[in-house]
């Protein structure tokens, strides 16, 4: 984890887009990619994020300012402390890329909601066995 101040100070530099790949636990790989701004240190990191493309339907709200919180963070939501790492939460159950690394039970029963996941709005649980968030600016011309 780069940290926030780190990553708020990189977006100032120009545009940026957001990439999440994802792998399930059956090896199935899959990624989304947003428009996003990061708002800064007095905003507690609100990110505001716009789907642009990817192989996954959409698990988080677009348009929406989402403050980033953590466990010792949080007030009025009780998804950091359920879930055991910050993250960018709307609603619990959306999904959750920084949380306890969980492995699926015997017979591929899942401990949902206690690890890493990934829950579309209308869909199913992807219980995740790894994730990658990375940033890279819009044009890689003007970027030397």
């Not at 402390?81 to 999904?95: A, D, I, K, P, V």
């Not at 996941?117 to 940033?135: A, E, F, H, V």
Request: glycine residues 10%; aromatic residues 12%.
């Amino acid at each position: 984890w780069l940290g926030l101040r780190k990553i708020y100070s990189i977006t100032q530099q120009g545009h940026y887009l957001l990439r999440i790949e994802l792998q399930d636990w059956r090896g199935n790989r899959r990624h989304i990619e947003y428009s996003f701004s990061l708002g800064g240190p007095s905003t507690n990191f609100t990110l505001q994020l716009s789907r642009m493309s990817g192989s996954i339907p959409n698990a988080l709200p677009e348009h929406a300012q989402l403050r980033f919180s953590t466990g010792d963070t949080a007030s009025s939501s009780s998804c950091p402390q359920s879930h055991l790492g910050g993250w960018w939460h709307s609603e619990c159950e959306e999904t959750n890329l920084n949380g306890k690394y969980v492995t699926p039970r015997a017979r591929g029963r899942l401990d949902r909601g206690k690890g890493l996941y990934w829950k579309p709005k209308k869909g199913r649980y992807y219980l995740l066995k790894s994730t990658k968030i990375m940033i890279h600016p819009t044009d890689l011309k003007n970027f030397d």
